[in-house]
C-alpha cells in the first residue's frame, strides 16, 4: 500500500480558491484511480471527485460540478484538487484515496469509500462567510 499526505489547506472566504495536493509515495500512483472526499463535522464522508489512472475521465459531486477541477501529474506522483467559488457549506476535512484497481469501474463505486484501499490523513478547509 502507498502513503499519501494531503496538504493546500487553510482558511479562505467565500469566492476565495484553494488547491490541495496529494501526493503519493507508492510506485502504483500512476496505476491508481484517486479520488477526494470530504467530511465535515457531524456528517458522513461524502465524494468530491475522482481521476482515473489516464487522467481521461473525471467524475465530480453535483455539489461541486464546475467550481473544483480534479486533475494528475503521474510524474510527480501527486493529484490536486482546484477549488474555486468555495461556500461555507465546502468546508470539511478533505480526504485523498486511491483505488489500486487497474481496470474502469462505473461512476457508483468511484463515489463509495470502500472502493478505495488507501487514504490520506487529511487536510482542513475552512471557509467563512
Known amino acids: 500500500q502507498g502513503h499519501l499526505t494531503e496538504s493546500g489547506g487553510g482558511l479562505v472566504q467565500a469566492g476565495g480558491s484553494l488547491r490541495l495536493s496529494c501526493a503519493a509515495s507508492?510506485?502504483?500512483?500512476?496505476?491508481?484511480?484517486m479520488g477526494w472526499f470530504r467530511q465535515a463535522p457531524g456528517k458522513e464522508r461524502e465524494f468530491v471527485a475522482v481521476?482515473?489512472?489516464?487522467?481521461?475521465?473525471?467524475y465530480y459531486a453535483d455539489s461541486v460540478k464546475g467550481r473544483f477541477t480534479v486533475s494528475r501529474d503521474n510524474a510527480k506522483n501527486t493529484v490536486y484538487l482546484q477549488m474555486n467559488s468555495l461556500k461555507p457549506d465546502d468546508t470539511a476535512v478533505y480526504y485523498c484515496?486511491?483505488?489500486?484497481?487497474?481496470?474502469?469501474?462505473?461512476?457508483?463505486?468511484?463515489?463509495?469509500?470502500?472502493?478505495?484501499?488507501?487514504w490520506g490523513q487529511g487536510a482542513q478547509v475552512t471557509v467563512s462567510s
Open positions: 507508492a510506485r502504483t500512483f500512476s496505476s491508481s484511480t
Open positions: 481521476i482515473t489512472w489516464s487522467g481521461l475521465t473525471t
Open positions: 484515496a486511491a483505488d489500486v484497481y487497474v481496470g474502469l469501474r462505473s461512476r457508483f463505486y468511484y463515489t463509495m469509500p470502500q472502493t478505495y484501499g488507501d
